[in-house]
């Protein structure tokens, strides 16, 4: 008597094969329907990782558009509004590419604005500084501003002096020009 896996129209091989084997199983316990049901929280699952990923990355913003795009397929797959697995491969993709051109350049100049630093440099202008030597008018110097030294120029028709209170009127490099308050 021969067994049910040799003339095995499922997998088409040998029954000694432990490949083929496991195919009939995976076949023959999976059906169509319930990979579809199951696809889903794959699609979720992996732009979770994706997101992660792009967390564990240094910027470049690449990977977070990805991992969208596969949370929002996977949510559509969800409601079951996804298609065929092909079509949620061309809106995973299609997603993907739209948002990464469209999105990733505004945000990246949204991330970069708060550090740029003429902007903090130019928010120096009117603080006091303190001049660590006596400095004439047009003289370069050294003055402390903020627990720093820095090079100063006296912008003043007048001196000043040692441990006086001086205006930044302006930063030219990494030099303040300061003047008498």
Known sequence: MTSACENCSCCGSSPRSFRSLTLALIRARTSPIMAALMLWWLWLVFGLVLAGLELATPGGFYLI???????????????DLGGPIWMQGLLFSVLSVVSLLFFRNPLLARMRRGTDASTSI???????????????????????????????????????????????QRVDGLMLWIRAE
């Open 65 to 79: 558009f990805f991992g969208t795009a596969a949370l929002a397929v996977g949510i559509l797959a969800g409601l």
């Open 122 to 168: 130019d928010s120096l202008v009117g603080e006091i500084a303190t001049p660590l030597e006596d400095i004439n008018p047009d003289a370069i110097g050294r003055a402390e501003l903020r627990g720093t030294t820095w090079t100063a120029r006296n912008g003043d028709r007048v001196a000043v002096t040692r441990g006086q209170r001086c205006v930044v």
